[in-house]
């Protein structure tokens, strides 16, 4: 019985990792790209950036997910209602439900990348001034600046925040199984119904203990690597 | 032809002036230093000199190149704004080392940089470097801090810091190196060791623009002494006019030195 558990419990725990991993992947970037928005000179870029963040750290995580996975087929529904359609609407209308793990990768991506773009703009804003200015004079081009001399200053000031919110998102997988996504939680639950046990959910505690066991170690191992510089 | 001229800089911040018309020139290899009290807008006009700040009005020439004019209508391109930045090199009250480099690194960066605009970069890459960074150690050599070439920043106290600013500072042979306050974060002893490089500089023909609170040290190096008060030129000339001041102002703030 507990081999049968661990397997299935397994399989659930690859789809928490692709959900984890496919959203760092994206939300890293696109998380930078938001920071950079939101310290724009360019007011309504700014402002757009600012609201964006309120929206998605406003919210839950939970509700942002049924709203990407049933909002498509809702605006599609309400398209194709319209009499006379013209071109855009046409295309509304076409708009069906999102695959469920499409959904959830869409609604992780666009959330974490809120979280870190704080993170990071919180962490370019902190490098002083004066490596900036050191940087001008010598002549270097704002992006020479950036990738030599500010971004490893950055990533060293932001591991201890990032480590925290990348260890929530290792848990927060578990809101997929909302729209019935596979993932470990839901693996775990579905003995309670099939064969009423409740310990195979418990024991899926063990997966996420070591998962970010491993982080922590990670994240340790890459404060230590950067520790050789201050500032 | 003056190496550096300077004329009627004028800065506000807000609504307040911090520069009402500055005018002075300099000639090559010749040393200038800034002194005057706090607030009254020497470190503005070398922000100023240096782009780092934008002056409302004047004009900036070096060595006849207009590098700076407030009326200048049209937008200058990247690469000609950099061109006349590296006619300053600039070092720091704070340093400004990069940390996560090493002092070599420190001195060897913006030279390289640089060097991936030169159209032979990539034919001559080794030798380009190579002559870079035997630059660099020569510099380093020059301000004393080839023992701790392969240091951090953070390994440094603030005078040796401020040696390698020098060095890197040097590393782009600026036709101008300014200094803005490079003593003023140091002890005693650490102010020492700097003005001994700066002061070896001068032998060299290095024209030097120093924003210093250092009397003895202004008098002995300097060429040319200007006495800022409230945002304009109260006094200048000669190292002279710090034995015999004409103003009253400068004769106040000599007297709070002694």
């Not at chain 1, 194709?80 to 499409?102: C, H, K, M, Y």
């Not at chain 1, 060293?156 to 578990?174: A, F, G, H, W």
């Not at chain 2, 937008?75 to 002092?103: C, D, K, M």
Request: glycine share 8%.
């Amino acid at each position: 019985m507990f081999g049968e558990v661990t397997l299935s419990l397994l399989k659930g725990f690859g789809v928490t990792c692709e959900v984890f991993a496919l959203t760092l992947l994206f939300a890293l970037p696109l998380g930078l790209i938001i920071s950079f928005g939101s310290m724009s000179k360019f007011k309504p870029l700014k402002w757009l950036c600012k609201v964006f963040v309120w929206c998605i750290r406003g919210t839950p995580l939970m509700l942002q997910m049924i709203v990407v996975y049933y909002g498509p087929g809702l605006v599609g529904k309400w398209a194709q209602g319209i009499e006379d359609p013209n071109l855009i609407i046409t295309w509304l209308a076409s708009w069906t439900v999102f695959d469920r793990f499409v959904a959830v990768l869409v609604a992780f991506i666009i959330n974490y990348a809120c979280y870190f773009s704080e993170i990071y703009r919180g962490g370019i804003e902190a490098i002083p001034v004066g490596q900036r200015e050191a940087g001008q004079v010598l002549g270097m081009k704002k992006s020479q600046l950036f990738f030599k001399v500010t971004l490893l200053q950055v990533i060293k000031r932001i591991v201890p925040p990032m480590s925290n919110e990348i260890i929530t998102l290792v848990k927060d997988t578990s809101l997929a199984r909302i729209i019935a996504v596979y993932e470990i939680i839901y693996a775990g639950e579905r003995f309670i119904k099939a064969e009423g046990l409740i310990w195979p959910l418990f024991y899926t505690g063990a997966f996420y203990l070591i998962f970010c066991g491993v982080l922590t170690l990670l994240f340790g191992y890459i404060e230590k690597k950067l520790d050789y510089f201050r500032g | 032809m003056a190496m550096l001229e300077v004329k009627g800089i004028n800065k506000k911040f807000g609504k307040i002036e911090v520069l009402k018309g500055i005018d002075f020139e300099l000639n090559k290899g010749e040393v200038l230093s800034i002194i005057g009290s706090s607030g009254s807008g020497k470190t503005t006009l070398l922000r100023c000199m240096t782009f780092l700040e934008t002056a409302e009005q004047g004009t900036v020439f070096v060595d006849g190149d207009c590098v700076f004019d407030a009326n200048e209508q049209k937008r200058i391109s990247l690469a000609e704004a950099r061109r006349r930045q590296l006619y300053f090199g600039l070092v720091f009250q704070s340093f400004n080392l990069f940390p996560q480099y090493t002092v070599f690194d420190n001195v060897c960066l913006a030279p390289k940089l640089l060097a991936k605009d030169r159209p032979d970069f990539r034919a001559n890459k080794k030798a380009i470097y190579e002559e870079i960074e035997n630059n660099a150690r020569k510099l380093i050599e020059r301000v004393g801090m080839t023992p701790r070439i392969n240091m951090y920043p953070c390994q440094l106290s603030g005078g040796q810091q401020q040696r390698v600013a020098i060095a890197r500072a040097l590393a782009l042979n600026p036709k101008i190196l300014c200094f803005d306050e490079p003593t003023s974060a140091l002890d005693p002893e650490l102010t020492g060791e700097v003005l001994k490089v700066i002061r070896s500089l001068k032998d060299g023909d290095c024209t030097m623009v120093i924003v210093t609170h250092e009397m003895n040290f202004a008098r002995e190096v300097s060429d040319k002494i200007i006495f800022m008060d409230n945002g304009v030129i109260a006094e200048q000339g000669t190292p002279d006019i710090l034995e015999n001041p004409k103003t009253e102002r400068l004769n106040a703030f000599l007297n709070a030195f002694n």
